[in-house]
T-cell receptor, first 116, second 112 residues
Framework: EPEVTQTPSHQVTQMGQEVILRCVPI?????FYWYRQILGQKVEFLVS????????KSEIFDDQFSVERPDGSNFTLKIRSTKLEDSAMYFC??????????????FGPGTRLTVT | ELKVEQNPLFLSMQEGKNYTIYCNYS?????LYWYRQDPGKSLESLFV?????AVKQEGRLMASLDTKARLSTLHITAAVHDLSATYFC????????????FGKGTKLSVKP
């Protein structure tokens, strides 16, 4: 069964460093998302991406964040200068638009980002 | 601003008992999702409810949606230990492209 994959599973970085989190969405999906979940808290929407551009972003997704689909298969989230409060689990998700309805979003296994 | 509230946030049940988790949301939405999350794991889709009055069942779990009341319920029948997990409801933000707003989750613990 197709699935969303994410790498790495765990990333440890120092404050102020840049990190890139990678996702490979399900191959025929058209919409891609990043969410984050701070330990023990709810899942929060960061950004949605369609047709090679950002569709919508939340207040969390400030200038330190960027997304890219560099090669038609990978979908990346970059944090330019990490802060302690960026420590969280980051989930990638994808979905397929069919007949004008939104199908369920399939989530990847997540990348745990630890900023020290 | 769309808000999604779940209750209870913590639920300790005995095996064999029934219980209901509630999910209220603040603005109009026609799509509601239930996800399960095991500790340290990703989100597993349980149900997608697309219309008023929708009811879906899978094993011991049954979800329903009342869009007029802006309420969804997840009913657990004859709980077993394997159902122990955190359950999230999420609502599709109206006018968005599938961006989900999640509740805080209900941590369910089923004890023998």
């Amino acid at each position: 069964e197709p699935e969303v994959t994410q790498t790495p599973s765990h990333q440890v970085t120092q404050m102020g460093q840049e990190v890139i989190l990678r996702c490979v969405p399900i191959s025929n999906h058209l919409y891609f998302y990043w969410y984050r979940q701070i330990l023990g808290q709810k899942v929060e929407f960061l950004v949605s991406f369609y047709n090679n551009e950002i569709s919508e972003k939340s207040e969390i997704f400030d200038d330190q964040f960027s997304v890219e689909r560099p090669d038609g298969s990978n979908f990346t989230l970059k944090i330019r200068s990490t802060k302690l409060e960026d420590s969280a689990m980051y989930f990638c998700a994808s979905t397929l638009d069919g007949a004008g309805y939104w199908y369920e979003q399939y989530f990847g296994p997540g990348t745990r980002l630890t900023v020290t | 601003e769309l808000k999604v509230e779940q209750n209870p946030l913590f639920l300790s049940m005995q095996e064999g008992k029934n219980y209901t988790i509630y999910c209220n949301y603040s603005t109009t939405s026609d799509r509601l999702y239930w996800y399960r999350q095991d500790p340290g794991k990703s989100l597993e889709s349980l149900f997608v409810l697309l219309s008023n009055g929708a009811v879906k069942q899978e094993g011991r779990l049954m979800a329903s949606l009342d869009t007029k009341a802006r309420l969804s319920t997840l009913h657990i029948t004859a709980a077993v230990h394997d159902l122990s997990a955190t359950y999230f409801c999420a609502v599709d933000k109206g006018g968005s492209q599938g961006n989900l707003i999640f509740g805080k989750g209900t941590k369910l613990s089923v004890k023998p």
